[in-house]
């Protein structure tokens, strides 16, 4: 047998406890203001974009790619465009969403210290990728799940995450030179944070109030609730 190539991750000296898993999951925010630009350790992001790309894929496909941006203008360029986005979604709001809205940032693509563009190939794999034949998105779902165990670790780094989704996707394809066969599925904003928010920005600001676990689990049937999970 071939030995077993280790993940970066076991080189740490640390020992997690489980609950310090659990604590990770709590603690993970999306970051828009508090990122200090200070630049992010070589070591800790191989660590992060190495448990991204650990992550499960439909027929062991591993849809992904990840485009490192560093490039000041880049990133300007594709700030200028997400501002212009947020315009045209605040124009469809009106009375106590707008002025809500008005409150809120959207990114922190300059404050930041560096880009993760994560890409979805559908050719990787094809044509025979085994478990998608009949769901399509299975690929899709894949690469959402590198995105998540990308955000857990930067998180257990104390690294700060940002999802940037007020952008076309044709822009941003263009922008990177992201052939068309690929989708562009997150610009994701990572650095060095002064500190995470105890409370989500969107429930901080009053635009959404998260829903306790009971509305959303469902017994035997969608809409049999009474599903007690103790």
């Known amino acids: 047998m071939l030995p077993r190539e280790s993940p970066p991750w076991e080189d740490h000296d640390e020992v997690v406890p489980l609950a310090s898993f659990y604590d990770v999951v ?20 191989r660590r992060i974009l190495s448990a991204a790309h650990a992550a499960p894929s439909v027929g062991l496909s591993q849809p992904w790619d990840f485009i490192l941006v560093r490039d000041r203008g880049i990133r300007t360029e594709f ?18 969403e707008a002025k809500r809205f008005a409150g809120i940032r959207i990114e922190g693509i300059l404050d930041s ?35 998540q165990n990308l955000w857990l670790a930067a998180t257990a780094e104390d690294i700060g995450v940002g999802w940037v989704s007020f ?9 990177l030179g992201i052939p068309e066969r690929l989708r562009p599925i997150a610009w994701l904003c990572l650095g060095p944070v002064t500190h995470l928010q105890q409370v989500p920005d969107l429930e901080r600001h009053k635009w959404r109030t998260r ?17 007690r999970i103790e």
């Open 79 to 96: 700030r200028e465009h997400v501002l212009q986005e947020r315009e045209v979604f605040r124009g469809q709001l009106a009375g106590e």
């Open 211 to 227: 829903m306790p676990l009971e509305k959303v689990v469902h017994s035997d049937r969608y809409g049999r609730s009474g599903e």
């Open 167 to 175: 952008y076309r996707e044709e822009k941003l394809r263009a922008l």
């Open 26 to 45: 709590a603690r993970r925010r999306d970051v828009r203001a508090e990122f200090t630009g200070e630049p992010i350790d070589g070591g800790v992001l």
């Open 113 to 147: 210290s560096i880009g993760v563009v994560v890409t979805y190939d559908a050719d990787r794999g094809a044509p025979a990728v085994l478990g998608r034949h009949a769901i399509a998105d299975a690929g899709l779902y894949s690469v959402c799940l590198a995105i």
